[in-house]
């Protein structure tokens, strides 16, 4: 019997802001690198982008190549996700898609991610996923979201950051575009 793997991720968050100020938590480059990873992310359609954080020899290249595949402002994003491998003579697995879709009430905004294509994934890394994600929506998305006013980040919202990013250049999400 073969072992059965999760297709999905889904994780769900509710957000004491407005519907505008979750938005920007997940479009601006500056947020995203406080909370996620530093980037040279744009909310555009078809834009090619990075999130890169130090790698850990042999085991992660610390990069992710991605790219837009919808933007339906402030409703909902879509792009994929593909990390790079540590090895360069290993094959690149298919890239997972993460969707995230905003809902706004009266009193805040409910967010919904779903990583999908997640069938290729070793047991680690989709326990990886699993964990990561939640942290990162859980703890650090929310010290983030305090820094944002009527769709404006103001940067520092978080001082120390739990992944690695001694060789990443201290102005990396500051830059545009770079080829992939």
């Known amino acids: 019997m073969s072992e059965r793997k999760p297709k999905k991720i889904r994780k769900e968050v509710y957000c004491a802001h407005p519907i505008g100020d979750v938005w920007t938590a997940l479009t601006d480059p500056h947020a995203l690198a406080e909370w996620l990873m530093p980037n040279n992310f744009e909310p555009v359609v078809g834009q090619k982008f990075r999130f890169q954080v130090d790698p850990v020899k042999g085991f992660d290249s610390g990069l ?7 933007v339906e402002p402030p409703r909902r994003l879509v792009y994929s996700w593909l990390a790079v491998p540590a090895n ?17 009430d009266s009193a805040g905004t ?8 997640l069938e290729e994934l ?20 929310p010290k983030v979201l305090k820094n944002i006013l009527g769709g404006r980040f103001t940067p520092g919202a978080i ?15 500051q830059i545009k575009r770079f080829m992939l």
């Open 64 to 70: 992710r190549e991605c790219e837009v595949l919808a």
């Open 110 to 117: 409910h967010l919904v991610l779903e990583l999908d294509g």
């Open 122 to 141: 070793n047991w680690f890394y989709h326990l990886s996923l699993h964990y990561g994600w939640s942290r990162m929506l859980e703890k650090l998305l």
């Open 88 to 104: 360069p003579k290993k094959p690149y697995p298919k890239p997972i898609t993460l969707t995230w879709t905003l809902t706004a």
């Open 159 to 173: 001082k120390r950051r739990g992944h690695g990013t001694k060789t990443v250049p201290d102005g990396y999400c």
